[in-house]
């Protein structure tokens, strides 16, 4: 029925339908739309002027904290423990006492002792007196000659045995000193190993307690050998390198020291030097078998450029900044990289004084690129979804 309808119509209304469709894609031609360039927008930047001035030259290690003094205090004789002088934790002194073992078995073998050394001196001394009248008799002829002799030889043994129980005295005294024990450096008393009542003797593994000097301490670190000839000439002419101990973190410092010594040798299966710095630790902040970070200041690099760290690039041209030149357009800069310090960097070779180099903002950059400096104010009160995060 549609069908008869069309073939039903004039020529005229083909012409219309036509002319309509002509015009409707005439429409749409022309309100389409259509690409217009947008005009490049210059990149919003934070910049730094490249300065001249010091540059420590630090090198970095683990180190472990060592005790200049670490005693296991033991007992020299066996006997029971009867008292303790100390509480765990405590800091002593020279010469304080600890632990008293019970002496009355050692003051009993003094007392056997010097019994024997007066009985034996009274026998030398009747000794000598009979062969001080020897002598005369002999001269008279009065006796054989080899009364005399044996007379000697008597009191020749009689002062061995003399001089023995003179050495078993010295002996006696000694242990029964060994009872009284004291702390024989400073420091501080760890955990107590064995209580009073205990049987007590030289072999036990623990001892009574651990003593560790705390003031001063040292830092046992290693470094490669290719580092041996800038430790050494830095520290020749009796110069103490200065040497910083921080946490695991490496964020907090502990403790400020100096380099105490370095060691005669070079591990041959690690191919590193060992070295200790010795360190006030007024503070008690290094603890014994501490694992902490050292910074061994070995030189400072004078007159070197320096600029901060976030500038740095990385990429196809290797290491490489980007410099913003007179007409705020930047450039790549190839540099050659020096010791570095915290945020800041040397530049041993690539820029010059008062080049201005970016430091915030760089991720979009591409050389010739147009920026729009900034100030660092302006950039740290940026939200950080419109700030572009420095390549590290």
């Avoid at 001394?125 to 000697?152: E, N």
């Avoid at 403790?255 to 070079?266: F, P």
């Avoid at 705020?328 to 915290?342: F, I, K, N």
């Amino acid at each position: 029925m549609f069908e008869r309808y069309l073939r039903g119509r004039p020529p005229l209304f083909w012409g219309g339908v036509v002319l309509a469709a002509l015009i409707v894609i005439g429409l749409w031609i022309a309100l389409r739309p259509r690409n217009v360039p947008h005009a490049v927008l210059p990149l919003p930047v934070v910049a730094s002027a490249a300065a001249t001035g010091e540059m420590p030259v630090i090198y970095t290690a683990l180190g472990t904290v060592t005790p200049l003094a670490s005693v296991t205090v033991r007992t020299q004789v066996s006997g029971q423990l009867v008292a303790v002088g100390f509480t765990e934790g405590q800091e002593v002194k020279v010469g304080d006492f600890l632990a008293q073992i019970d002496p009355r078995p050692f003051q009993a073998a003094l007392d056997q002792a010097e019994g024997q050394l007066d009985r034996d001196q009274a026998q030398l001394a009747g000794a000598r007196v009979d062969f001080a009248r020897y002598g005369v008799l002999i001269k008279q002829d009065s006796i054989a000659k080899q009364t005399y002799d044996d007379q000697a030889a008597t009191v020749r043994q009689l002062e061995g045995t003399v001089k023995l129980d003179q050495a078993a005295v010295e002996t006696a005294k000694v242990n029964l000193s060994y009872c009284h024990i004291i702390a024989p450096v400073a420091g501080r008393i760890g955990l107590r190993q064995v209580d009073p009542g205990n049987y007590v003797t030289p072999s036990d593994t623990n001892g009574l307690v651990l003593l560790n000097q705390m003031r001063p301490i040292s830092v046992l670190f290693s470094l490669p050998q290719d580092d041996l000839e800038a430790v050494l000439k830095g520290s020749r002419g009796g110069v103490k390198l200065p040497v910083a101990a921080f946490d695991s973190t490496g964020n907090t410092k502990l403790a400020d020291g100096t380099l105490a010594s370095v060691d005669n040798t070079i591990n041959t299966s690690t191919g590193t030097f060992q070295l200790r710095a010795s360190f006030a630790n007024a503070e008690e902040n290094l603890f014994p078998n501490q694992f902490v970070n050292i910074h061994i200041t070995v030189d400072t690099l004078k007159n070197v450029i320096v600029i901060p760290s976030a500038a740095i690039q990385r990429g196809a041209p290797g290491t490489f900044v980007y410099v913003v030149g007179t007409d705020d357009t930047v450039s790549v800069r190839p540099v050659t990289l020096g010791p570095a310090a915290g945020e800041t960097v040397s530049i041993l070779k690539g820029l010059q004084a008062g080049d201005s180099v970016v430091v915030d903002g760089a991720d979009k950059l591409k050389n010739g690129a147009k920026v729009n400096l900034r100030s660092r104010s302006t950039a740290a009160s940026t939200p950080p979804a419109a700030a572009a995060p420095a390549r590290p």
